[in-house]
């Protein structure tokens, strides 16, 4: 990884992109059954040194900003918590497999809930067509809130991401999803401190989420269906 990749944020303002870092658009694929399963390249954005990403989700060049934070008086305060991701994450255990997982992180992104999700597989992980379903799952999670851990190992599975930023285009739900930063890019906060750099992380384009700088899903999820949803899903 470039030691000049790195993301900006400005204070009430977009993100501030320096070092060359790769931009792309991908859109998200789902199975005949409606579940989430990939994701694939939609577009490469010309190579620039430097770039600045819409944060609050009003631009009208989007994705990159043109000022509109500064006509709509754009919170962009930053709320998310600064303890390491394994400090903040809760632990399952199956017979071969270990998952951590910080839900803080979720984007709704849904590719954990395939096959019954994640935690069911994780129970069933001596199976080795559920150990390999979860597998999938885990290491597509764009905002890196689940992390699959090999017990015999004690390896995670991690992709080998070239550093880069993803546009995600959400086609099931009709709008579009978070920024995803890959490749353990650094991200500088507004006030200078850094945060943990991760392999995978999604960061907040629509200015709603409430654990910025990351995406919370308030791109097409409100409070209740936030809700609605983990309890659906065993969440809580």
Same mark, same amino acid.
């Given at each position: 990884?470039?030691?000049?990749?790195?993301?900006?944020?400005?204070?009430?303002?977009?993100?501030?992109?320096?070092?060359?870092?790769?931009?792309?658009?991908?859109?998200?694929?789902?199975?005949?059954?409606?579940?989430?399963?990939?994701?694939?390249?939609?577009?490469?954005?010309?190579?620039?040194?430097?770039?600045?990403?819409?944060?609050?989700?009003?631009?009208?060049?989007?994705?990159?900003?043109?000022?509109?934070?500064?006509?709509?008086?754009?919170?962009?305060?930053?709320?998310?918590?600064?303890?390491?991701?394994?400090?903040?994450?809760? @632990?399952?255990?199956?017979?071969?497999? =270990?998952?951590?997982?910080?839900?803080?992180?979720?984007?709704?992104?849904?590719?954990?809930?395939?096959?019954?999700?994640?935690?069911?597989?994780?129970?069933?992980?001596?199976?080795?067509?559920?150990?390999?379903?979860?597998?999938?799952?885990?290491?597509?999670?764009?905002?890196?809130?689940?992390?699959?851990?090999?017990?015999?190992?004690?390896?995670?599975?991690?992709?080998?991401?070239?550093?880069?930023?993803?546009?995600?285009?959400?086609?099931?739900?009709?709008?579009?999803?978070?920024?995803? @930063?890959?490749?353990?890019?650094?991200?500088?906060?507004?006030?200078?401190?850094?945060?943990?750099?991760?392999?995978?992380?999604?960061?907040?384009?629509?200015?709603?989420?409430?654990?910025?700088?990351?995406?919370?899903?308030?791109?097409?999820?409100?409070?209740?269906?936030?809700? =609605?949803?983990?309890?659906?899903?065993?969440?809580?």
């Amino acid at each position: 990884m470039s030691s000049e990749m790195r993301i900006k944020i400005i204070k009430n303002g977009p993100y501030l992109v320096s070092g060359g870092v790769p931009l792309y658009q991908q859109v998200i694929i789902t199975d005949d059954a409606g579940h989430t399963r990939e994701l694939v390249d939609e577009k490469e954005y010309p190579k620039q040194e430097t770039y600045t990403l819409c944060r609050c989700g009003e631009s009208k060049n989007k994705p990159y900003c043109d000022g509109t934070h500064n006509d709509i008086d754009f919170d962009g305060t930053e709320t998310a918590s600064r303890k390491p991701y394994i400090d903040k994450a809760e @632990v399952f255990e199956g017979p071969e497999l =270990k998952l951590t997982d910080a839900y803080e992180f979720c984007d709704h992104s849904r590719f954990c809930l395939r096959s019954g999700g994640i935690r069911k597989l994780i129970k069933e992980s001596d199976n080795p067509e559920a150990r390999k379903t979860a597998i999938e799952e885990a290491m597509i999670c764009p905002s890196g809130r689940l992390v699959l851990w090999d017990k015999k190992t004690g390896e995670a599975f991690e992709k080998e991401f070239e550093p880069s930023i993803v546009l995600v285009h959400d086609e099931q739900k009709k709008c579009q999803g978070p920024i995803w @930063v890959r490749g353990k890019i650094t991200i500088e906060s507004s006030d200078g401190s850094e945060y943990e750099a991760r392999n995978r992380v999604t960061l907040c384009r629509c200015g709603k989420s409430e654990n910025k700088p990351y995406c919370d899903g308030s791109h097409w999820m409100n409070a209740e269906q936030k809700l =609605k949803f983990r309890k659906k899903w065993g969440l809580d």
